[in-house]
């Protein structure tokens, strides 16, 4: 039982390694919310650049903060409402940091019991992406 | 040390749900591949929409099978000089299926002591998103 637990953790810290590049690969800014306190638990670099800081210095901090013209837990009851709603729908916000308007789409998932958001942000990183690609 | 084990298995098994989200979240077509062998190890769903057949049918197979006027390797080959050039090279192939040029980018890691590709395709996906952003 212990070889076999052993094994199986060894597959997974594969996936932690996968997580990791495809995070880093993907041109989409995404960033990971607690769902219960609306904290970054994680974000790749193409989401910090988004909001204007750095990854380490944003990962603790509560999302919303990073956006204009919220009232506290505002921005997480939008996400939680997109996210639990049939039509595909996303949340507009106005970052703060870096001025700029985002569609932010949200999915749902459980993780060791804990509720989390993936929020992928488009608008400025999207038209960044289309710059890139006709450039 | 059991206990701890446990809870750090815990926290990998996270990783695993955290890493098909991203996966299935980002708009970018994924590909990993197993360095060794060429076969598709695991893929999104917007990379076997770009492939032209279901990402279960296309695990395990050959990722160079997918591409026309390429002798047997010779996309690995090219795949693998593009990940440990200096310089960001891409690599241009011509989809088999539904006859789309794509330039892939890869990037080469480490999981478990098997060396793993993972192929971001660009070109076909690309436009898609731009022309769903200008829509």
Chains 1, 2 share one sequence.
Do not use: W
């Not at 901090?61 to 837990?73: A, D, V």
Request: charged share 25%; with cysteine; net charge negative.
């Amino acid at each position: 039982a212990q070889l076999a637990l052993e094994k199986d953790y060894e597959s997974h810290r594969d996936y932690e390694t996968r997580y990791r590049v495809v995070m880093e690969s993907t041109r989409d800014p995404l960033v990971l919310v607690d769902a219960s306190s609306g904290r970054i638990t994680d974000m790749n670099s193409a989401a910090a650049q988004v909001l204007g800081a750095e990854a380490d210095a944003l990962v603790g901090s509560l999302f919303g903060h990073e956006f204009n013209g919220l009232k506290r837990g505002e921005l997480l009851d939008q996400l939680m409402g997109a996210a639990t709603s049939d039509t595909n729908s996303s949340v507009t916000a106005h970052t703060k940091r870096t001025a700029k308007e985002l569609k932010i789409q949200a999915r749902l998932f459980r993780a060791s019991g804990d509720k989390t958001l993936l929020c992928r942000l488009e608008g400025a990183g999207a038209q960044e992406v289309i710059a890139e690609e006709l450039s």
